[in-house]
């Protein structure tokens, strides 16, 4: 997978100042007072004073995933398996992740599965594996795409299945209001993509 060019918000607070991309610190609590006043509100009264250096303070945490390489999280993997073939399965991931188009929190599951060729990766990684691109603006379909895709790519098992129901806020909140209502995006490759018993057995053991 191509790391993307994006820069994460260290490298901005970081990069020098002749940098035109660079966006300081202050310039991002700026823009958050300048919301703060076009919703209707004083950012100088004192309950909303601190909260522009809150809410930056808040995106480096829900942004972090553009500064972290997926690659690098499952670089280490295991060939001491004693011969286990079969699929392996983390059910139930929490997903918490951001739409590109409202930067409203996307909240859900995620169920990653791939069947080993010869290496394993330790099971924690494919749970940060999820969690580095769900630190990111995204579309479900793309997330699920990239989750699949780098696991794929880098393990290089004969297949990989991922399954993410979620529900998105920019739906529920506002728009069409529309609650208790999840999109459910799947993404097989390998052996999974072509062996719909496997596929079958995948969408059976994740409920
Ligand atoms: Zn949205």
Redesign the pocket.
């Known amino acids: 997978m191509a790391p993307t060019a994006l820069k994460t918000p260290a490298q901005i607070y970081s990069s020098n100042e002749n940098d035109e991309s660079h966006v300081s610190r202050a310039e991002a609590e700026l823009s958050v007072r300048q919301l703060i006043r076009w919703a209707g509100d004083n950012p100088d009264r004192e309950g909303l004073l601190e909260t522009p250096a809150r809410v930056v303070k808040a995106f480096e945490e829900w942004f972090s995933g553009y500064n972290q390489d997926p690659a690098e999280i499952l670089s280490k993997t295991f060939e001491e398996v004693e011969g286990y073939n079969d699929l392996v399965l983390l059910r139930g991931v929490r997903l918490e992740s951001y739409?590109?188009?409202?930067?409203?929190p996307?909240i859900g599951t995620a169920h990653v599965a791939y069947q080993p060729d010869s290496r394993v990766v330790g099971i924690s990684k494919l749970a940060r594996l999820v969690e580095v691109y769900s630190k990111r603006l995204q579309i479900q379909e793309k997330l699920t795409t990239q989750i699949a895709n780098t696991l794929d790519a880098v393990l290089k098992p004969k297949g990989v299945a991922v399954m993410i129901s979620a529900e998105?806020?920019?739906?529920s909140t506002r728009?069409v209001h529309k609650h208790d209502v999840d999109t459910i995006t799947s993404r097989f490759t390998g052996c999974f993509e072509t062996d719909t018993g496997l596929q079958n057995r995948f969408f059976q053991l994740v409920g």
Do not use: D, F, T
């Not at 739409?99 to 409203?104: F, G, K, L």
């Not at 998105?168 to 739906?171: A, D, L, R, S, Y």
């Open positions: 739409c590109e188009h409202h930067m409203a996307i998105h806020q920019c739906m728009g």
